[in-house]
């Protein structure tokens, strides 16, 4: 019989390619999310039920219904200037929202989750490349916000009530290669579809915060991923959670930092287009370095970034930008 995982926030980016990853691997993915920042147009690989992870009872109903062996957990408010204005919508939304998930699992005696964590966590670590010993310490409200999420989830697995695997991304990039779904954020803040939104002359003009960083070209180094790296990684989880209940924390990086520059000279040689930017002073809490040492998860679950080179991801995005309505 095909296993069900119930995926919150399958709506949203990371969360319709790791949809279509389950399905191609013969799952079936069933989305919960309130559509807040998602679209139902991306979600394609199963059923969407529309709801609140805050909302408990409907979480039982819909974890009644579709009896998943097990739960994604993608759903979270992502944008750290937001954060920093709203710090108590973000403590509510990802901390008691992922709280109220894990009420509704254990009542339903569902027991196993993988969980989207983040590098934000970390805040300005001294030392490079992260890994998971580097000691924790976010710097907004953002961060703080996953890293409650994190504690509820390390809380429940300690009392042995749960199996759970929490995936900490540095920066998803790139899009699905057949072009099925891609990154489609309102307001968008990475950098990436920025670039490229910028190479389709569309969207608010390019800026470049900062060129006085202690790197090689003065812009600030970031590790990017491929969002289908991160699917195949959640895949791989899942067979983690068999066993005896128990926590584990995964780096999940391409191990390989790009400056802003080397994005920009990039995304022009793949679209072919000149690329106008200005150059603004540094913004506040941004480090100049953050690149991932995902050694545990390559030995633990045999994952490797496969597409995570920066001509790959940024290719696979621009095909995505250049499909969508304007
Ligand atoms: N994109 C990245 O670079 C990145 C990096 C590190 C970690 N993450 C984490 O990955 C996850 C997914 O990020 P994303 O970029 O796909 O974001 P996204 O905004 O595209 O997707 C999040 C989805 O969750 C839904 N959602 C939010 N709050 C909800 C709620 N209370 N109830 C139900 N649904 C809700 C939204 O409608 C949206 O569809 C997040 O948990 C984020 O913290 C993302």
């Known amino acids: 019989m095909t296993e069900t995982i119930l995926v919150t926030g399958g709506a949203g980016y990371v969360g319709s ?3 279509k990853a389950l399905a191609v691997a013969g799952f079936k993915p069933v989305t919960y999310d309130n559509l807040f920042r998602g679209h139902k147009e991306l979600v394609k690989w199963g059923p969407l039920e529309v709801g609140d992870v805050c909302d408990t ?3 039982q109903a819909v974890i009644t219904r579709h009896k998943p062996s097990a739960v994604m957990h993608f759903a979270a408010l992502t944008l750290v200037g937001e954060s920093v204005a709203q710090p ?3 403590h509510h939304n990802n901390g008691d929202g992922t709280q109220s998930l894990l009420t509704a699992m254990q009542r339903c005696g569902v027991n196993r989750i993988v969980v989207s964590g983040t590098c934000a966590v970390y805040g300005i670590p001294q ?3 992260i890994d998971e010993n580097t000691p924790i310490g976010p710097i907004n409200p953002y961060g703080h ?5 994190e504690n509820h989830v390390h809380a429940a697995a300690t009392k042995g009530e749960l199996s759970s695997v929490v995936l900490r991304y540095f920066n998803a990039a790139g899009a699905d290669p057949e072009g099925e779904t891609g990154e489609w954020h309102e307001p968008e803040t990475h950098l990436i579809p920025n670039v490229l939104r910028a190479a389709a002359g569309i969207g608010e003009p390019l800026r470049l915060f900062g060129t006085d960083y202690p790197t090689p070209d003065g812009t600030c180094i970031r590790d990017y991923i491929h969002v289908c790296d991160i ?3 959640h895949v791989a989880a ?3 959670l068999n066993g005896p209940p128990k926590g584990h924390v995964f780096n999940l990086g391409s191990g390989t930092g790009f400056s802003v520059r080397q994005v920009i000279d990039t995304a022009r040689a793949v679209t072919g287009r000149d690329i106008a930017f200005s150059v603004e002073p540094r913004r506040d809490g941004d480090p100049a370095i953050l690149v991932a040492d995902s050694t545990r998860i390559q030995n633990d679950l045999q994952w490797k970034p496969m597409r995570s080179g920066l001509p790959e991801q940024i290719g696979d995005a621009w095909r995505w930008v250049q499909k969508q309505p304007r």
């Open 57 to 59: 009872e409907k979480l």
């Open 88 to 90: 108590g919508l973000y």
């Open 127 to 129: 030392k490079m490349p």
């Open 17 to 19: 390619h790791v949809c």
């Open 238 to 240: 899942l067979s983690h």
């Open 145 to 149: 916000s996953k890293l409650a999420m």
């Open 231 to 233: 699917a195949a990684a």
